[in-house]
Nanobody, 118 residues
Framework: VQLVESGGGLVQPGGSLRLSCAASGFTFSRFVMSWYRQAPGKERELVAAISSDSGSTTYDDSVKGRFTISRDNAKNTVYVQMNSLKPEDTAVYYC????????????WGRGTQVTVSS
């Protein structure tokens, strides 16, 4: 199983980034996909999640209206479009997969750094 995040980098406040997470080794279309982030000295927190069929999404209040999660089951990839970025969005962003039917299994990527600074 692999989850590989990409698209992170340095961006100015107000800018945009699009993160991607490419999945392999499991049946992607049956898994709920999520983006988490962890800032230095803080706990990892849920940013956004999307159901297996893209029918349902959820967002943390801090990113509502600015971030959009999406997925392409044909490409085994989940995305998060991040607009109007703020310095407080600076963190390592992680991709997570868990089965849509529930259970203890979950898979994590290694993360990609996003830094919002002028």
């Amino acid at each position: 199983v692999q989850l590989v995040e990409s698209g992170g980098g340095l961006v100015q406040p107000g800018g945009s980034l699009r993160l991607s997470c490419a999945a392999s080794g499991f049946t992607f279309s049956r898994f709920v996909m999520s983006w988490y982030r962890q800032a230095p000295g803080k706990e990892r927190e849920l940013v956004a999640a999307i159901s297996s069929d893209s029918g349902s999404t959820t967002y943390d209040d801090s990113v509502k209206g600015r971030f959009t999660i999406s997925r392409d089951n044909a490409k085994n990839t989940v995305y998060v479009q991040m607009n109007s970025l703020k310095p407080e969005d600076t963190a390592v962003y992680y991709c997570k997969a868990r089965p849509g039917t529930g259970g203890p299994i979950s898979y994590w990527g290694r993360g990609t750094q996003v830094t919002v600074s002028s």
